[in-house]
């Protein structure tokens, strides 16, 4: 029972602070017992290398992204001061010289892209390998073995206890998104809504899902799980709703007669409300594991062209503002199939193991095909999805 909660990820994502934090901790402990045990020398290097790689990020893809930049900037930075090292010590320029011009190049070969941190471990452990130029090589040695070490135990106890993958948050992060973009299209749809729902701090909201979803892109590639082109549109999908949405959220009417056109269209409010509902059933479906299988209608703005079209104010001038407010609700609609079309096109986003666990955590009812072989794509429960 502990073992599955442990390898449950509502629970991991709930509860990705604590777990992090004993993530690290346990790292550092494991690193303390190995340099105390075998007595490693400049043993330090190796608990700030533990703590380096882990970091911030409380997720597999992106300790695997950040851990292997740290290792290949550590063995090259480590080669070439050891070749540094290895050079004639009576002329006393080459050392300085040559690591000047290494940092120089790495510097400039990963300057605005995403390699810098690979680039910045290239020059800590080049100036940790030559020191103060007294070309010891065994202390550049065991330096170099210590960053190695500590950033292995960093990724090893990542993805072993309690691992907790960057593919699951954006999973999770995608149907919040879904939810608070349904919220928000009910209220500006509703005359019954909350009165005490704040859209703009939902919008806030969404906006930072959109950006943390953004920042998961690497890890979640480091994953291979997805590829960078499906989180593109993805993201570009969720981007362009919540705007759409955001736009019908400000539009406003300057005249009643627009207004009343609006009211009289039969069948637009139930349109709109359905939407908001289908809206609400992919995040459900997106949360749970569960394929997508939602049929978005397409507003058909056919019926509403007489209203829409013949629109006069007042003061006999023809109004706009009623076609337009129907072009956004038809681009929200269409956007919406977009996005669950690019969805049902993901193999690997369907997932038995989630499925089952969601009865647990009150998101659906009993799973009762417990014997039933996935289908093509899905996750099984016997590996981590």
Known sequence: MILARLRDPYFTHRHRRTLHVMRVALALCITFGIIQLFTIPHSGWALVSTVMVMGNLPHIGGVLDKGRQRLLGTILGALWGLSLILLPEHIAILMPLGSLLGIAFVTWFTFSKRYGYGGLMFAITLLLVVGDGTHDLSVALWRSFDVLLGTLVGIVVTMLVMPHKATDMLRFMLADHLDHM??????????????????????????????????????????????????????????????????????????????????????????????????????????????VDVDIAPFDLQRHAELAGSAY?????????????????????????????????????????????????????????????????????????
């Open 313 to 385: 104010g007042e003061d006999g001038r023809k109004l706009f503002s009623p076609s337009g407010y129907l072009w956004l609700n038809r681009e929200l609609a269409r956007l919406s199939s977009a996005l669950i079309e690019r969805l049902g096109d993901l193999e690997r986003l369907p997932s038995r193991r989630l499925r089952k666990r969601a009865q647990h955590h009150g998101l659906q009812a009993p799973y009762r095909d417990q014997d039933r072989t996935p289908h093509q794509g899905e996750s099984d429960d016997r590996e981590p999805s």
């Open 182 to 291: 349904a919220r928000l299209f009910h209220a500006h749809t509703s005359a019954t809504s909350a009165p005490d729902l704040d859209t703009r701090e939902l919008l806030k909201r969404c906006s930072g899902l959109l950006i943390q979803q953004r920042g998961l892109v690497d890890a979640i590639h480091r994953e291979r799980r997805l590829r960078r082109g499906e989180l593109d549109d993805l993201i570009s999908l969720q981007r362009r709703m919540l705007s759409t949405i955001e736009l019908l959220l400000e539009t406003h009417w300057n005249t009643r007669a627009g207004h009343e056109r609006i009211d009289a269209m039969q069948g637009l409010r139930d349109q709109q409300h359905t939407l908001a509902r289908n809206l609400g059933t992919l995040a459900f479906q997106v949360r749970t594991g569960h394929p």
